[in-house]
């Protein structure tokens, strides 16, 4: 018994040896562990018509609508190549933004008739997390922000990492999401989105252009209106280049595409 559990105490050591060696880096806005919770929820979020800020219209038909939507950008390289595709498509998106100073791109964005979202100024999840105070600051300073620079104020919000992220619990406490839920719908008077198809661009630092095209039509085939999760960030090149065949895609099986506003039923993984 005392060999093998000086065995055992011997294969620890030598895991933990292993494991500091390693380099590990996941930068916060790709947490894997999130994503991959969020790629599971997504599949059956509610969705929200409560009265006074979501209405059943007859975008909640039977007509299939698509809404792409993009996270954390703008990004010099990406952004623009993704407005280029919309363009040559002629369809609508919405872009969840953070404060990155691309004022030229977030007016583009606006100007050419897309809806901006606020994603929070930072995305900094020690920071947004911590407080409800914090939170509200850094939502307020991006909204300013963007009124100052395009004329329009959002009035759409999307969490980083999601309404039932996680990992605000190690800054807020378990109950920091549904607090905070709360407070973006009924205190500030935004609308709030997750999303129910995920592309699957955000659980790797950078995806096959292939699995971002399965993953995007194959959850689109399970809704009627799809929410579609993808990102605009600077490492997100085969978002783009996956674009136009889940643009395509998606019109071969009788989507028609829509931006996402204050009026469109919420999507939630945690509801207010």
């Known amino acids: 018994m005392k060999r093998l559990l000086w065995s055992l105490i011997g294969l620890t050591g030598f895991s933990l040896i292993i494991s500091f060696m390693l380099p590990i880096y996941v930068p916060a806005q790709y947490d894997s562990a999130i994503l991959k919770t969020n790629e599971r929820n997504s599949r059956n979020a509610p ?4 009265a006074g800020k979501t209405v059943t219209t007859a975008k909640a038909g039977d007509q299939k609508i698509a809404y792409l939507t993009f996270d954390d950008g703008p990004s010099a390289n990406n952004t623009p190549r993704i407005l280029d595709i919309l363009k040559k498509y002629n369809i609508k998106a ?8 691309k004022k030229k791109i977030y007016k583009r964005i606006v100007n050419e008739g897309h809806v901006i979202g606020n994603h ?3 995305h900094n999840y020690k920071y947004i997390y911590s407080s409800v105070s914090s939170f509200k600051k850094d939502v307020d300073k991006l909204s300013d922000y963007l009124e100052e620079i395009t004329g329009k104020r959002p009035e759409i919000f999307r969490f980083p990492g999601g309404s039932n992220n996680t990992v605000s619990r190690k800054y807020g406490g378990r109950t920091m999401m549904k607090t905070l839920c709360w407070v973006i719908y009924n205190d500030m008077d935004y609308q709030y989105f997750d999303w129910n198809v995920s592309s699957g661009d955000a659980i790797t630092y950078r995806a096959k252009k292939d699995f971002i095209i399965r993953s995007a039509l194959n959850g689109a085939k399970r809704t009627k209106h799809a929410i579609i999760l993808m990102h605009d960030a600077a490492p997100k090149t085969t978002t783009v280049e996956a674009l136009p065949e889940i643009i395509r895609g998606l019109e071969s099986m009788g989507f028609k595409f829509d931006v996402l506003t204050k009026d469109t039923p919420g999507v939630h993984f945690v509801m207010p």
Not at 94 to 101: A, D, E
């Open 47 to 50: 969705v929200s018509n409560q």
């Open 94 to 101: 919405t872009f969840f933004v953070n404060g990155n100073g």
């Open 120 to 122: 929070t100024y930072t």
